[in-house]
Every structure is written in structure tokens, then in C-alpha cells.
């Protein structure tokens, strides 16, 4: 077991938004990645800009402390990734849950755009490594920050034990 201090000194987890859509929700899950030394992963094409004033706003002033990275598609993306067995896909169209997952440091955590979540051929190739958060309510799914938020915590709980 690691304290919180010993934890906190390494990254975390490496979150990675594909196609994100909504600047204030990149803006928040970069705070949350600062907050718990996380790293941000962006795949485009995205709607918006990095630089917008959105973005900044909804990460106050923590967005220079945010280590992130860009990559223009999912495949580029994916070459830098060194086990595919630590990406784990988040999507409400699978029944293993991500409570099942024993997180270790430098794990993937992908999500989807908004709108539409990960495409069907990225959760249908990497199915045995795709998770939902459990939504007992009458809901498609989560706001994108609060997924990301929800993941992110569960790995620190466990990491932390």
C-alpha cells in the first residue's frame, strides 16, 4: 500500500478524450488531471481550440500545470501506447464494470466525444479491456468531466490501499 504523498508523486493515470467536443469539459478534466497528476491525452479532430478562453476558464488557472498532449488520430495516438492491456475503454455499451479493473500507474483511460461516446469499432476491437460506469437511473449516460472524474478517484482508492 502507497500513502497519498508517495502516490502523488508519480503520474497517476494517462486520460485520453477522443474527438472531445466541449471545451468546459476539456477545461475540468484538465483540472481533475492536475489535481490528481494525471496526464491528458487529446485525439482530434476536436471542435474547438485549445487556446480558447472555455477551456482556460473551466481550468482556472491550473491549465499551465497540466501535462497534455495532442495527436491527430486515434492511430497515432494508439503507437505510443507500450501494453494494450493497461488501456481501458470507457463506454455504456458493455457490462464489465470499472470496478472490476485492478488500476496500476500508467494505466489508459480512454473515453468518447460527447455525443456519440467511442466509435463501435474501438470497443468492439478492445472489448475484453472496455468498462462502464454502473447508471442505475433512468440516464445514457454521464457528462463526460464527471465519467472521467468518477474513473479517475476509483484508481486513486484503489492505488491507495
Same mark, same amino acid.
Given at each position: 500500500?502507497?500513502?497519498?504523498?508517495?502516490?502523488?508523486? &508519480?503520474? $497517476?493515470?494517462?486520460?485520453?478524450?477522443?474527438?472531445?467536443?466541449?471545451?468546459?469539459?476539456?477545461?475540468?478534466?484538465?483540472?481533475?488531471?492536475?489535481?490528481?497528476?494525471?496526464?491528458?491525452? $487529446?485525439?482530434?479532430?476536436?471542435?474547438?481550440?485549445?487556446?480558447?478562453?472555455?477551456? &482556460?476558464?473551466?481550468? %482556472?488557472?491550473?491549465?499551465?500545470?497540466?501535462?497534455?498532449?495532442?495527436?491527430?488520430?486515434?492511430?497515432?495516438?494508439?503507437?505510443?501506447?507500450?501494453?494494450?492491456?493497461?488501456?481501458?475503454?470507457?463506454?455504456?455499451?458493455? &457490462?464489465?464494470?470499472?470496478?472490476?479493473?485492478?488500476?496500476?500507474?500508467?494505466?489508459? %483511460?480512454?473515453?468518447?466525444?460527447?455525443?456519440?461516446?467511442?466509435?463501435?469499432?474501438?470497443?468492439?476491437?478492445?472489448? &475484453?479491456?472496455?468498462?462502464?460506469?454502473?447508471?442505475?437511473?433512468?440516464?445514457?449516460?454521464?457528462? $463526460?468531466?464527471?465519467?472521467?472524474?468518477?474513473?479517475?478517484?476509483?484508481?486513486?482508492?484503489?492505488?491507495?490501499?
Amino acid at each position: 500500500m502507497e500513502s497519498t504523498s508517495e502516490i502523488s508523486k &508519480k503520474n $497517476l493515470f494517462r486520460i485520453v478524450l477522443v474527438e472531445p467536443e466541449i471545451p468546459q469539459n476539456t477545461g475540468n478534466i484538465g483540472r481533475t488531471c492536475v489535481g490528481t497528476n494525471c496526464e491528458l491525452h $487529446l485525439i482530434g479532430p476536436m471542435s474547438f481550440e485549445i487556446n480558447d478562453t472555455n477551456v &482556460k476558464r473551466a481550468g %482556472l488557472d491550473y491549465w499551465p500545470h497540466l501535462k497534455w498532449y495532442y495527436y491527430n488520430s486515434y492511430e497515432e495516438w494508439f503507437s505510443k501506447v507500450e501494453d494494450p492491456s493497461r488501456v481501458f475503454y470507457f463506454t455504456t455499451k458493455v &457490462k464489465q464494470t470499472y470496478y472490476d479493473v485492478s488500476y496500476k500507474h500508467g494505466d489508459w %483511460l480512454v473515453f468518447g466525444k460527447e455525443t456519440k461516446g467511442l466509435p463501435p469499432e474501438i470497443i468492439n476491437a478492445n472489448v &475484453k479491456t472496455a468498462v462502464t460506469i454502473p447508471q442505475p437511473g433512468p440516464v445514457r449516460s454521464l457528462n $463526460l468531466a464527471t465519467a472521467v472524474a468518477i474513473a479517475v478517484y476509483e484508481g486513486f482508492r484503489q492505488l491507495s490501499r
